[in-house]
């Protein structure tokens, strides 16, 4: 099993994002509860929130599952039904949870919680191993960009401890890692409900010699999500424009926030889609100018000369600028429950620009068991395929594998401005590949 063991350097070293997925009931809430109740990460009014809680719906012992479980209705239903972020920090390190909702409608929020994620952590109850729904949550977290997991086999005591029940988790993960192709995983055993493996280890599993839910979540490299926006992929700096800002006296800057690489004073860029060339003049934020903007960081960009740059443009290093297209292949997980089909037309968000765009063609559906794709002419909900969509004007994009911002949009209903899909520029892609197709050979996105 390839051990996740040094910590990655660079940027964002000390803090890891991760999220919680896997199937409803499998006990995501109660392992993230007991995380941070065992770290003592909680105030005294909060734990007396969970005990009142837990005493209004009859529960003998406090339900751990209502630290994260924010929501009324969550809490009465004994669900997650939206992403619930919370924040720690160890000795060794800081942490961004992402609690993700597992049933089955909610799996838009749970794509939203690990679009962000430097690694998944799986919960899988050891009773009914690993559930389709746990499989297409983990599929989306790898077409997502997150290729390291840590799975818990949850609820351990259920089974008393069998060594060969956790055997048989560790088996189908295993099997679905390879097929993932992650670039590191492990499994741990875990009661989340005693605490067993969590935070403090236990003689409940005496075979067991790994490390808890908490040492893996100290060891594993993080920094991901910022490579993710290409800051370790040779790519050139991104500035979506997000505003336009007036000066007194004249002139304008351009305000967004920087990612694909450093953007630096004196630096050539091009405006996309328009393709006109510039050179950086100035960088301000809220402390002071700077000579060069790292990753991650809001900036507002003064530039040479008189452009009309407006919201939803793109600033791009002229060494590395992304493709300018109007009609390209995607791969999206549809949230709707009206079928997506050929001809249908929707709202891209792309960075900051929204445009109108008509589906093409749908070209496949990837099948979460066997990670291929099978021929389709529609997408149901919770479906992951791939299609072809054109755009009423040119998007600046980038491969989702190179670039998870400029690589990513959403679909809108134009009806209803409910989002009905998260979408991915380029065909289905794991953290070894493109994921094999049934379907013929599918043509390359042709520019603008």
């Known amino acids: 099993m390839p051990p996740p063991a040094d910590e990655a350097a660079g940027f964002g070293m000390d803090l890891l994002r991760f999220a919680a997925v896997g199937s409803v009931d499998d ?6 509860g007991r995380l941070l109740y065992d770290t003592r990460q909680l105030f005294d009014d909060q734990v007396a929130a969970v005990e009142a809680a837990s005493a209004r719906r009859g529960i003998g012992e406090v339900d751990l599952s209502f630290i994260t479980d924010g929501l009324r209705a969550e809490r009465e239903q004994g669900i997650t039904i939206d992403v619930a972020y919370r924040y720690a920090a160890t ?3 800081k942490f961004v949870i992402a609690d993700c909702p597992g049933h089955v409608q909610y799996t838009r929020n749970m794509a939203t919680g690990a679009s962000t994620a430097d690694l998944a952590l ?3 109850d050891v009773v009914n191993g690993l559930r389709e729904q746990t499989r297409r949550h983990a599929c989306i977290a790898a077409l997502l960009g997150v290729s390291e997991f840590i799975v818990c086999a949850n609820k351990m005591d259920l089974v008393s401890w069998d060594e060969d029940a956790y055997r048989a988790v560790a088996d189908e993960v295993e099997t679905l890692a390879d097929r993932l192709e992650l670039s590191s995983w492990r499994v741990v055993p875990v009661s ?4 067993d493996y969590v935070v403090e280890r236990s003689d409940a599993a005496p075979w067991y010699e790994g490390p808890t ?3 893996a979540l100290e060891q594993a490299p993080a920094g991901a999500w910022a490579s993710g926006h290409g800051t370790d992929l040779g790519g050139g700096a991104r500035l ?3 505003w336009v800002l007036r000066r007194p006296g004249g002139g304008r800057s351009y305000a967004g926030m920087v990612n694909g690489g450093m ?3 004196g630096e050539e860029v091009v405006v996309l889609p328009e393709g006109w060339r510039t050179t950086v ?6 402390d002071g100018p700077l000579d060069e903007a790292p990753v991650g960081i809001s900036v507002s960009v003064d530039l040479a000369g008189d452009l009309d740059v407006s919201r939803g443009d793109l600033l791009a290093a002229a060494t590395d600028p992304p493709s300018v297209m109007k009609v390209f292949l995607a791969t999206v997980c549809w949230f709707s429950d009206r079928p997506l089909r050929s001809g249908d037309r929707l709202r891209v968000k792309h960075t900051t620009r929204t445009t109108p765009a008509r589906v093409t063609s749908v070209r496949g559906r990837l099948d979460v068991n066997r990670l291929e794709l099978d021929p389709a002419d529609e997408l149901a909900n919770n479906d992951i395929g791939t299609v072809e969509l054109t755009t009423a004007v040119p998007l600046a994009v980038d491969p989702y594998r190179h670039d998870r911002i400029t690589g990513s949009f959403v679909l809108v209903d134009e009806g209803t401005n409910a989002t009905v899909a998260a979408g991915m520029v380029g065909e289905p892609h794991l953290a070894g590949g493109t994921v094999g197709a049934a379907t013929a050979p599918k043509p390359a996105a042709r520019p603008a």
Do not use: C, D, N
């Open 27 to 32: 006990g995501k809430s109660t392992l993230i």
């Open 91 to 93: 000795p060794h390190r």
């Open 122 to 124: 799986v919960v899988v």
């Open 192 to 195: 989340a409900l005693h605490g």
């Open 213 to 215: 839910v908490l040492e």
């Open 240 to 242: 979506p424009v997000q």
């Open 263 to 265: 953007l630096r004073t």
């Open 281 to 286: 003049t100035g960088i301000e934020t809220y």
